[in-house]
């Protein structure tokens, strides 16, 4: 459904993007996870041609419907008006479920834009986004700024899209919420992918072990006690004693040992 | 069908639906030659990716737990409940070793064991 | 285009307004004028120089000097450069280039962008060159209305040649105010510059305030020209910039 490959895309000396690769196929949730400046939204933006990339291959099979980092729409706007100009310029858009959805949402159909929170405007541009039929939905941080009950609905919908079928590709930073959704995940920093499978692979695929310090261990390290370390290893290189630990753990052992 | 999912626990999704399901056939709530829900309707109820739920199911089948009946649905076969069970016997040696080791009586858990299936004794006598 | 009509409301409206204004601060004031005039010969003759005073009493030369020599003819630039700076830095300052781009293509968010612009702009600028002939008719005043045509040409080209300049600016920048201030000051530094011999043909007001059209002689037509190529010129480098921009 959507392919990249050896993407790369550099601002001036900064590479933000350095040879990425990956796919995502129909009815799967693929989520980008990392650090801020790791280059998840540049990828995002090359991937919709927002910016042009240096080098690499963007394959898409069919229509895409994007969400941006900064959820701008036209402030001065009623609600209802946007949803007009929406359909006028979106292929596939339906304006009965927009109104349907917003109505969902609690949002006001005669106020404007420009008076609505930054989170309910969110809301809005994801009704909006619901509401076109696309093929895969690309959206960067869906839910930033909303409220815990909001997310949740926004993460069914989420699911609902992959139930219709169709792909769905995000960034997020809460990696809770990602535990929910996600069927595959990338864990980006710095401009490369370092760690990319299933999700439950990767639960399944790391351990942690306590060595004593000094020793040599072929992993991530993540915490040090006073007498020993603790690294997250592969579980075929950990040997008899190791612990299971929880994503988030493994995922910052993997971020953190890039960052040096 | 429902029962709760824990999305952080380190013990992946499908895994806790496989043993959940495991668990349903063993105390007979899920008997043999009876349909388990369609892979979206498990989704939906528990609020899962159909991907899970479909891997969760793959895997029972090649098990042998379940099996697939052409255009009708996925229908329990069995379980070698000893072997399912053997498993979790295991933890629960562990745990008593365990217990053993800090001291622990032997009267105390013989205790607790009668708390647990003493009221079920008394219910039959 | 509707959005791009609906963008662009309050800055026709008010080049609307502002030309109306000036023109009905003009047209209807004649006598006034010449009355006033009168009243104070000595110094109206001292700072007049070689204006030819006397001939304002001539319907045709009041218009012609003060409407197209003077209160249009000086704001045509400026409003090339109104018509165009906000068209792209806008959309990218507040971020809804991205609402945009995602949804149409390239070519079609600057062409849709772009000629809706001119359209307006065309239409304005039409309207006040003939709006003296309209009057002039309305109030019952002969009016030589043929070089009002011949000064539709100068303006027209002349607005669209600012446009030019600025939509390239605000192609460029990602703020509304640069586009502004450089348009500007470009006006300035041309018109400034244009005072040396050689550089003649950097004073756009010259050709704007068409005073060869007066005096009979035409339109312009090899300034026409170049000012015209140069404009679509401008045009297209600003399209392979926006075509190109990371937004």
Known sequence: MLKVKGLKKSYGNKVAVNDISFEVDRGEIFALLGPNGAGKTTTLKCIVGLRKKDSGKVEIDGKYAYLPEKKELYRYFTVKKMVEITDYYTEEFNKDKAYKLLSDFQIDLKEKIANLSHGMVTQVY????????????ILDEPTWGLDPVMRNRIIEKIRGLSYEGKAVLYTSH??????????????????????????????????????????????????????????????????????????????????????? | MWFSIDFNSHVPVYKQIKE??????????????????????????????????????????????????????????GLDAERFLGKKLEEFRKMVLTLKGDGIEYEKLEGILREVYGGEENAES | MIKELYDMRVRSLAILAICLVLFFTLAPFQGKLLGFMEEYKDIV???????????????????????????????????????????????????TMEFLLVRKSRRYVFLS??????????????????????????????????????????????????????????????????????????????TVMGLIKPLKFLNTYRYILGSGIMKGEGIDVSYTVYLSIVSL??????????KEKDI
């Open chain 2, 20 to 77: 959940k399901i495991k668990s349903m056939i063993v105390t007979g709530k899920l008997k043999k030659g009876a349909f388990v829900p369609s892979i979206r309707s498990l989704a939906k109820d528990l609020g899962v990716n159909l991907n899970t739920v479909s891997r969760a199911y793959r895997e029972l089948v090649l098990e042998g737990i379940l099996k697939v009946v052409r255009g009708e649905g996925y229908v329990v076969e």
């Open chain 3, 113 to 190: 962008k772009t000629l809706t612009a001119i359209l307006v702009m065309a239409i304005e600028l039409a309207f006040f060159s003939i709006l003296p002939v309209i009057y002039s008719s309305i109030v019952g005043k002969d009016f030589e209305s043929v070089y009002s045509y011949q000064y539709m040409v100068h303006i027209l080209v002349g607005g669209l040649f600012w446009f030019s300049i600025t939509l390239l600016f605000s192609t460029i920048f990602e703020d509304q105010v640069r586009p502004l201030l450089f348009s500007f000051g470009l006006i300035a530094i041309t």
């Open chain 1, 174 to 260: 809460i990696l809770a919420e990602v535990e929910k959704v996600a069927d595959r995940v990338a864990i980006m920093s710095e401009g490369h992918i370092l760690e990319m499978d299933y999700l439950d692979v990767i639960k399944e695929k790391y351990v942690a072990v306590t060595v004593r310090k000094g020793e040599k261990v072929n992993g991530y390290k993540w915490k040090e006690t006073e007498n020993e370390e603790v690294y997250i290893v592969k579980r075929e290189d950990a040997g008899s004693e190791y612990e299971h630990v929880g994503f988030d753990v493994i995922f910052e052992a993997i971020v953190r040992r890039d960052r040096k």
């Open chain 1, 126 to 137: 994801l009704a909006l986004l619901l509401s076109q039929n696309a093929d895969i939905y």
């Open chain 3, 233 to 242: 010129v401008l045009i297209f480098i600003s399209y392979l910039i926006f």
């Open chain 3, 45 to 95: 003759e001292k700072y007049a120089g070689s204006f030819p005073v006397e001939k304002l009493k001539e319907w045709n030369f009041y218009i012609y000097s003060q409407w197209f020599g003077k209160n249009l003819g000086q704001i045509i630039p400026i409003i090339g450069v109104l018509f165009a700076f906000p068209l792209f830095s806008r959309e990218y300052e507040n971020g």
